[in-house]
């Protein structure tokens, strides 16, 4: 009798994530003790960069930019709460902007030396992570970033500017209620057989461009299906109950700031994006690429560059003065 072939085991796997050696592994624990998984690739003595991925992805997502930059740059990634490697928080309560902000605080603390700053990009979530943490913690951002990378990302108004499904003004409000429970129960759902076809195609709608090649979105809805429920569901509720018609406030976010949108993003439109970088007080550069939600993925030469332009340009005068 043929044995049953599981949904994973028939996974593709994608070659950039596959590649990646695993990095040198830091012992964090969070401010509530969830302990936070945490790889540094790349030379030990190097100018350090901070990434935090967006939401049901894990480190590996940023595949093309730890293999690139980890070659001249200390490379910091850490997957957040009930993501990937780190653990799941033993009660429902811990999800929310502010644990958001002080998990990456703590990894800011365990991973940096005394007076050392970084820059500290994000992508989606991870965005949402450093405003977050800039709102919350004013006295940490100057004494550890350099500056900050922005990509793909939203400060609020997260529902109403998500571009699935126009409808009518009038209907506008409807459509954000129902996408609020879409997502709320979607987010947090295991996922059977049945239904991982459909899932598979409304992620790659949702997260990736038209023009992507179909390995992301395969690999985007994987990263999605291995999210452990809780934590997929924990911070898609937090979202939709943390970034309605109000906005993370900026004001404290005084170091140079790189934004990154997508003309295809579904889930940030770049009516964020230009929301984000009119409200940055001190904006150092504003990207506009092809392509949808996953620019980290559908277009990584381009958005290499760019991280690559905003290392340089801090690393190189601290060098200096050094």
Known sequence: MAQRVSS???RRVYAPAAALPEGRIVEVRSADSVRLHTEVFGPEDGYPIVFAHGITCAIRVWA???AELSEHYRVIAYDHRGHGRSGVPPRRGGYTMDHLAADLDSV???TLAPGERAVIA???MG???ITSWSERFADSVANRADAVALINTTTGELLHHINLLPVPAGF???RVRAAASVIRTFGGAPLGRAVTGPSRRLMSLIAVGRDAHPDIGRFVFDLFDTTPPAGRGGWAAALVDHLGPQHIDLTNLTVPTLVIGSRQDRLSPMVSAR???AAAPNLARFVELPGGHCAILERPDEVNAQLRWLLESVAQP????S
């Open 318 to 321: 601290r060098r200096a003065s």
């Open 122 to 124: 994000g992508h989606s």
């Open 127 to 129: 965005g949402i992570a």
């Open 8 to 10: 994973r085991s028939r």
């Open 275 to 277: 929301k984000i970088a």
């Open 108 to 110: 800011l603390d365990a």
């Open 172 to 174: 506008a409000e409807a």
């Open 64 to 66: 093309h930019q730890i």
